[in-house]
């Protein structure tokens, strides 16, 4: 896509040069320098669905672990700072048992360009409840800072005005399932798929088709929606807490955090995402040093409500008719939920 364009040659020729001058390794989110975010200091391919990235591709992308385990994914912001999902710390587990995995490509072969650090704090957003409930963000501060190098780079914050159209392009990376109950096979390479984002009425009325009435699903206003009506492509168990980077003006910005969705890659059933930009000052009265970016205006969102009218009564029947509502819960809490354990 033309998006993942963004920055020309010029542009990545002065990050090399920048990157070998070694100008970025400290200061990262302080006032004046943060302008470098989000770019990737390297060719790059073209992005298709659901495929291996490239080593250096998405170099914010983290791999959180529990216990040793691959459990969520994570985006760099700064060189101390992580930005995830709420549901992948529950208050039950310690903050001790978990570690972050930053610059790796594929999670099961040793790399020199992966560093691990173990947390300092997690700082959830307190309206984060439960399953489906609105805040599903969190700050993770890093033990010690991180060095930048390609494979380890931040992305940008959006700024709390910040607006990506509907049909936007964006791109959400994992390692997590590639279906439902089906784990990404050894070595275990990032995976990246581009999702267009879709509106948040679309995206309830999709979520009200073939509903449970027992287990309604609502899209609220610090979500976002991204993927494909037809389903087949989409975020699942595993990539919660990771990136949906969108480009605008020659930089990447997370502008979601995978949330949950309803199975994974289901028809009607779009990922869900938290929406950034509406936490933007929560992030930054929690960590002065992170400054959300104004985003240039990528253009006008277009009425997308045809996406789901088209459906309904021709669709209704039967195909979704076993579904239950299967949150993009992290591998290993899935175990940990069936199994709880006391931690403190
Ligand atoms: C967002 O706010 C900044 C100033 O803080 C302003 O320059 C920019 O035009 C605003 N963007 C939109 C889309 O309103």
């Known amino acids: 896509m033309a998006q993942r364009e963004g920055l020309g040659p010029r542009g990545l020729a002065a990050v090399a040069t920048l990157i070998s001058l070694g100008l970025f390794q400290n200061g990262m989110g302080a006032k004046g ?63 001790s048992a978990y570690e972050v995995k930053l610059g790796a490509h594929q999670l099961d072969s040793f790399s020199s360009s992966m560093t691990v650090r173990t947390v300092a704090q997690v700082i959830s957003h307190p309206s984060y409840l439960q399953e489906g409930s609105e805040g599903d963000i969190a700050l993770l501060q890093l033990s010690s800072p991180v060095t930048f190098s390609r494979y380890i780079w931040p992305i940008c914050l959006p700024a709390a005005n910040a607006s990506f159209p509907n049909g936007l392009q964006c791109t959400v990376t994992g390692w997590g399932h590639v279906a439902p109950s089906v784990s990404l096979q ?57 990136p949906l980077s969108c480009p605008a003006g020659g930089h990447w910005y997370l502008a979601g955090i995978v949330s949950w969705g309803d199975a994974c890659g289901a028809p009607n059933r779009p990922g869900v995402y938290t929406l950034t930009s509406t936490y933007a000052s929560w992030i930054q009265h929690n960590v002065a040093e992170l400054q959300p970016q104004v985003v240039p205006h990528i253009g006008e969102s277009e009425p997308d409500s045809d996406l789901c009218s088209n459906y309904g009564a ?31």
């Open 186 to 242: 050894r070595p275990r390479t990032l995976q990246q798929l581009e999702v267009p984002l879709i509106s948040r009425e679309t995206c309830n009325c999709l979520y009200n088709i073939d509903a449970n009435p027992d287990e309604p699903h609502f899209i609220q206003q610090d979500m976002l929606c991204a993927g494909y009506v037809k389903g087949g492509k989409d975020a699942c168990q595993g990539d919660s807490g990771g």
């Open 33 to 95: 320098d943060a302008v470098s975010c989000g770019i990737v200091p390297q060719a790059q391919g073209r992005i298709t669905g659901g495929s291996n990235s490239d080593p250096g591709q998405w170099p914010w992308q983290v791999s959180i672990n529990y216990n040793g385990e691959h459990v969520c994914g994570g985006s760099l912001v700064s060189d101390q700072w992580v930005l995830s999902a709420a549901h992948c710390f529950p208050r039950d587990h310690s903050t």
């Open 314 to 344: 021709l669709n209704a029947a039967p195909a979704w008719g076993l579904a239950r509502p299967i949150l993009l819960l992290p591998l290993g809490l899935t175990l940990g939920l069936l199994r709880p354990r006391l931690e403190h």
